[in-house]
């Protein structure tokens, strides 16, 4: 599966963004999909995450409430609509792949074979 993320870029305090997550070569309805970030001088951390379906989803607990992430595996993407988004959500967000158990979310790095390029958002007035 080759990920290909997009939709990041620059916004203020407050503002809205809406990443998206193209996978070829494979389908994705066997797949666990997730959202990670890494910011400057820090660790990749867990954003959120989604079963093959869609159904059953989480959150980290900084996003909860203001992200919101779905699929549709007919068009092969993952989103994740972010609003409200302050300056600590600057990174660079990465879409990932994952098929060991994909009839439940996961924030373990280690359960995701397939990872995307990454796309920057910066949150800055």
């Known amino acids: 599966v080759q990920l290909q993320a997009c939709g990041g870029g620059l916004v203020q305090p407050g503002g809205s963004l809406r990443l998206s997550c193209t996978a070829s070569?494979?389908?994705?309805?066997?797949?666990?999909l997730g959202w990670f970030r890494q910011a400057p001088g820090k660790d990749r951390e867990f954003v959120a995450s989604?079963?093959?379906?869609?159904?059953?989803?989480i959150y980290a607990d900084s996003v909860k409430g203001r992200f919101t992430i779905s699929r549709d595996n007919g068009k092969g993407t993952l989103y994740l609509q972010m609003n409200n988004l302050k300056p600590e959500d600057t990174a660079v967000y990465y879409c990932?792949?994952?098929?060991?158990?994909?009839?439940?979310?996961?924030?373990?790095?280690?359960?995701?074979?397939?990872w995307g390029q990454g796309t920057q958002v910066t949150v800055s007035s």
């Open positions: 989604l079963n093959w379906n869609g159904a059953s989803t």
């Open positions: 070569g494979r389908t994705i309805e066997t797949y666990t």
């Open positions: 990932a792949a994952g098929g060991y158990h994909p009839e439940r979310p996961s924030f373990k790095t280690h359960e995701y074979e397939y």
